[in-house]
């Protein structure tokens, strides 16, 4: 089968979604794009959205251009955040448009008439099937390729790495200053710039910025390594993950290492109780994270538990043939 894949290629996901189709046997072309959101057409700034209006219209002109030179069989478009409703329409004209949310509806800024243009949907959180027709729930996988286990020295006790969105600074700072409580050092990585554009925060959450170790965007390549030099990987989600499991979740498996993991509703259609630890709440986690410390040989159990299930079902491999078996 022939798959045209286009989109923003944030982090490199797309090319690990190309990675896995081709494993599936597929004749793939892969089209990448600047980050140019249709929501941008609605700025103040009459300028701006001039702007966005020329450039938006290249990416689509371009989608169609690389579409028609490829002929394909599928379509999967990445978000959509960038296409026209009248260029969803010309790929589910002429092939298996498929689209893949990687924000939940409330985050994403693709438009309702764009969505509504293709032949399946699949979503980032399990809670938006309810307002898409005929919709899935379908997380992203891991590319075992970038996250695999590495015979490293354990350096770090407690380790977080992501983003600094907003809506992270409160609960991180709250954890390092638990984790402090307890004599246990928490390293974060990742580009917290908020720091940086708002000096107030440093007082605001002096814990988390007392922690940070590496206040810039991590590569994956490198983000491995931390995973398997951490007794102990904090995963804290998006607000936007109500139901639903981050590409990280299945990330710190695939490195072959252990999390602590928030209680999600969807977690254990994934991963078993003996695979996966979650918490509650930050009481919870603090105590979660005494005990596993102190049983060093129950998390290298549970991680070797986790890693099997990932590498069995969870790659992009994996995702690519349950969208070619749905569509």
Not at 88 to 99: G, T
Not at 157 to 184: N, Q, T, W
Request: aromatic content about 12%.
């Amino acid at each position: 089968m022939k798959v045209f894949i286009c989109g923003y290629n944030l982090y490199g996901y797309l090319d690990s979604i190309k990675k896995g189709f081709l494993k599936a046997g597929c004749d793939v072309r892969l089209f990448c794009h600047k980050n140019v959101s249709i929501r941008k057409l609605r700025h103040r700034n009459l300028l701006k959205r001039i702007w966005a209006w020329i450039r938006l219209k290249q990416i689509n002109s371009s989608i169609k251009k690389n579409f028609l030179d490829f002929m394909p069989d599928l379509t999967l478009c990445i978000n959509g955040s960038s296409i026209f409703p009248e260029t969803a329409s010309f790929l589910s004209n002429n092939s298996i448009s498929v689209l893949w949310l990687v924000d939940s509806l409330e985050r994403v800024a693709t438009s309702k008439s764009t969505i509504a243009k293709f032949k399946k949907v699949f979503v980032f959180e399990p809670t938006d099937t309810k307002k898409i027709q005929g919709s899935e729930y379908l997380p992203y996988g891991f590319d075992e390729d970038i996250y695999f286990k590495k015979n490293l020295k354990k350096v770090y006790e407690v380790s977080f790495v992501g983003a600094g969105h907003i809506e992270r600074y409160e609960p991180l700072d709250e954890i390092a200053r638990m984790c402090d409580s307890k004599g246990i050092r928490m390293y974060v990585f990742g580009p917290f710039t908020l720091f940086k554009k708002r000096p107030e925060y440093k007082k605001r959450y002096p814990s988390l910025f007392k922690a940070i170790v590496q206040n810039k965007r991590i590569s994956p390549a490198l983000i491995n390594e931390i995973y398997n030099q951490s007794w102990i990987n904090i995963n804290v989600h998006h607000p936007q993950s109500k139901d639903g499991i981050n590409p990280r979740t299945f990330e710190i498996a695939g490195s072959g290492n252990f999390q602590l993991v928030e209680a999600k509703k969807m977690l254990r259609i994934f991963f078993k109780e003996d695979e996966m630890i979650t918490y509650s709440d930050i009481k919870d986690l603090g105590e979660k994270i005494v005990c596993f410390l102190r049983k060093k040989e129950e998390i290298n159990k549970i991680s070797e538990k986790a890693l099997k299930r990932a590498n069995q079902e969870h790659t992009f491999t994996h995702r690519a043939v349950h969208i070619l078996n749905r569509i």
